[in-house]
């Protein structure tokens, strides 16, 4: 059974940068070989948007209000998927979630689509002051 488990959420001021983390369980050796991994997000009382997905051959894909701000990565001998988010800005305060994806493609993970989502993790909260 997969497991996402985030960290690295907090509060920080406008400008600032934080990294999440994403540690996901080891099933078999195989279980990530196409997988799709994406962080996703929500604010309150908004509906939860694509921020950015990594392919397993590491390609990566943003949503347009990330793009230049946020890098994707993740690091297959440590089963961790980051999220790099620099420049923050308050309109990125939300709960941060990340997923999986485990038989996907380089095309629908390009496609940013949650639908496609059959892990997701708890959740972290990032907040960013004015």
């Known amino acids: 059974q997969v497991q996402l488990v985030e960290s690295g959420g907090g509060s920080v001021q406008a400008g600032g940068s934080l990294r999440l983390s994403c540690a996901r369980s080891?099933?078999?050796?195989?279980?990530?070989?196409?997988?799709?991994m994406g962080w996703f997000r929500q604010a309150p009382g908004k509906e939860r948007e694509a921020v950015a997905t990594?392919?397993?051959?590491?390609?990566?894909y943003y949503a347009a209000s990330v793009k230049g701000r946020f890098t994707i990565s993740q690091d297959s001998a440590k089963n961790t998927v980051y999220l790099q988010m620099n420049s923050l800005e308050p309109e990125d305060t939300a709960v941060y979630y990340c997923?999986?994806?485990?038989?996907?493609?380089?095309?629908?993970?390009?496609?940013?689509?949650?639908?496609?989502?059959?892990?997701w993790g708890q959740g972290t909260q990032v907040t960013v002051s004015s």
């Open positions: 997923a999986a994806d485990v038989w996907s493609s380089r095309g629908a993970c390009a496609t940013l689509r949650g639908s496609d989502f059959n892990y």
């Open positions: 080891r099933v078999s050796r195989y279980t990530y070989s196409r997988a799709c």
């Open positions: 990594i392919y397993s051959d590491d390609s990566t």
